[in-house]
């Protein structure tokens, strides 16, 4: 992990992703799904910042967003291109396929994300043909077994087919295959969550790794706190498609100023050999996107709520010098309301 005084990689200006519900025959719309709701977030190049939150909360889509395989429905989406911030929020063809050469997504599922009827090499070496990589048979094999070195894998499974190896190799095929474009940025959506246990850290470790080999920046997407602890610089706490606190990690980890995110830290387990995966419970249920509460949207499940709450939103905003927070009344409160 590195904190980088090199500046922002990336850059999101109140990003925005509603979808359109849709009835009757005729489709019309009668409601809107909110899943990314006005974000603002910066990644620095070599940081990683992680994005936590229930599933539901919008953190995939936001994900998406970035790569443009969703297209925002608002907002912008900056990126560091020789040495200066661009906006990348509505380039077309041949500039945003330079771009997604930069910006790759590890996935979370390796068994539905590798095509099944390709040998290893072929989808290790697929990006380089989609993004127009010029190069010999010779130079592609030559990159491929390279990248299958970086990431741990024998070169001797590169005429194998994904059927034939593990989870962990797999995810393995699933990183090469996000590096051989020697990106700049990764976004991982929930890399490990697919795994075993005894696999996850190891998947881990190699992402940090390679990290640090390749100067990279990411993006890491999880509902597992104790992975987003590990491996990230600073946290960013996502919930109903808003972030709701930002702050470094350990700031964040040791003082949270948020109800929800103190309600998600709460329900960590205490430290268990047998219970490697620390998941997230919060009493009651999150709100239907489509019926989003008033005023700030977490009071439906806040022990801190006033009638302010359900009426007024609050900013997300960097209150009494401490990390920025959207809550009226940040954490720590100097008496506890009784339960
Ligand atoms: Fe809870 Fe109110 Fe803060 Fe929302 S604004 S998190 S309801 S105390």
Redesign the pocket.
Known sequence: MSHSADGALLELRRLRKHFPIQRGVLRRTVGWIRAVDDIDLEVNTGETVGLVGESGCGKTTALRTIVRAVEPTDGEILFRTNGEMKSITALESDALREVRQQIRVIFQDPQSSLNPRFKIRDIIAEPLKAYGVTASRGELDDIVVDTMERVGLDRAYVNHYPYSLSGGQRQRVGIARALTTRPRLILADEPTSALDASVQAQIINLLLQLQQQMHLSMLFVTHDLSVVRHVSDRIAIMYLGEIVELGDTDEVFQRPR???TEALFAAIPKPDPRQPSRRIIVEGDIPDPAHRPSG?P??PR?R???D??STEK?ALENRDGAHPVA????LPHGEQPAE
């Not at 809550?327 to 940040?330: D, E, L, N, Q």
């Open positions: 948020h109800p929800y700030c977490f009071h806040c801190y709520a006033t302010l709450c609050p809550c009226h009344f940040p």
